[in-house]
């Protein structure tokens, strides 16, 4: 049985037809990278797996059971844009996920379970090399700073299932490096698995044990929206030990086209 498995999942939006016949098993604790043009249905697939959005048509599910059409802490999500709380500090940005899991109504702990919440997060914060940044608020904060920041939100609730959409692309080389060295340790330490869209093909090949490209099979030049994007590619890869040294691309994906404008 599949840990994860999208059987014949379709995205349409009136007659514009994004994803069709979509059906993947993905094992858990695998790094899969997700690439492909703009407007191949790379983000739409995440939102699908994450929640956001209903597939038209197909089911998905985790360990045989469906997965829950609402997005709970089985699933965390990390996009290009930070998703932080501005008026919150680094260390209240962490804490806000304990609080509204422990007290959905109040968002707030009090006396030891705030203590054991404080320490959690503060441990969450020390693994992403946040801890000396604890009381700043992000408006004070490097971009590298503030992903490491939206990445411990993320993980502080535990989730199997960890979804990027394009988390370093606008971060300098240096911090993107610096980025790719952090997530595959805690890819590792905490056993997810991961889905990530990437528009940068050396980086899903340097940290992925998986390569989709979606891409359209078919074409219409007069009804342009009629087909919709599929798997085109699908490579197995062996895990390299440092995320750092980045592989020779496969000949078989030597023909893929890569999106650098954005991604849907």
């Known amino acids: 049985m599949a840990f994860l498995a999208l059987k014949n999942i379709w995205v349409e939006y009136g007659e514009k037809v994004v994803l069709e016949r979509i059906s993947l098993d993905i094992d858990e604790g695998a790094f899969v990278s997700i690439i492909g043009p703009s407007g191949a249905g790379k ?6 797996i994450l929640g956001q959005e209903v597939p038209t048509r197909g089911t998905i599910s985790l360990e045989g059971a469906a997965l829950p059409a ?4 089985d699933r ?3 996009f290009q844009r930070y998703s932080v709380f501005p008026h919150l500090t680094v260390l209240g940005n962490v804490l806000l996920g304990l609080e509204f899991a422990a007290a959905p109504f109040a968002a707030r702990l009090f006396g030891s379970a705030r203590r054991a919440a404080i320490a959690e997060a503060e441990a969450m914060l020390e693994s992403v090399g946040l801890a000396d940044a604890k009381d700043l608020y992000p408006a004070q904060m490097s971009g590298g700073m503030q992903q490491r920041l939206a990445i411990a939100q993320a993980l502080i609730k535990r989730p199997r299932i960890l979804l990027l959409d394009e988390p370093f692309g606008a971060l300098d080389p240096g911090i993107r ?7 595959t340790r805690l890819w590792r ?17 340097g940290l992925g ?8 099979r078919r ?17 197995a890869l062996t895990r390299k030990e440092s995320a750092h040294a980045l592989p020779p691309i496969p000949a078989e994906a030597a023909g893929i086209t890569i999106d650098t404008i954005g991604n849907n």
């Open 43 to 48: 983000s739409s697939l995440l939102r699908v």
């Open 70 to 73: 609402e997005c709970g802490p």
């Open 76 to 78: 965390g999500v990390v």
């Open 177 to 183: 490096a610096d980025m790719h060295g952090l997530i």
């Open 189 to 205: 330490e905490h056993g997810l698995t991961i889905i990530m869209v990437t528009h940068d093909i050396k980086e899903a090949f």
């Open 209 to 216: 044990t998986r390569v989709l490209t979606l891409d359209k």
């Open 219 to 235: 074409h219409d030049p007069h009804a342009p929206h009629r087909y919709g994007a599929g798997v085109v590619y699908d490579l």
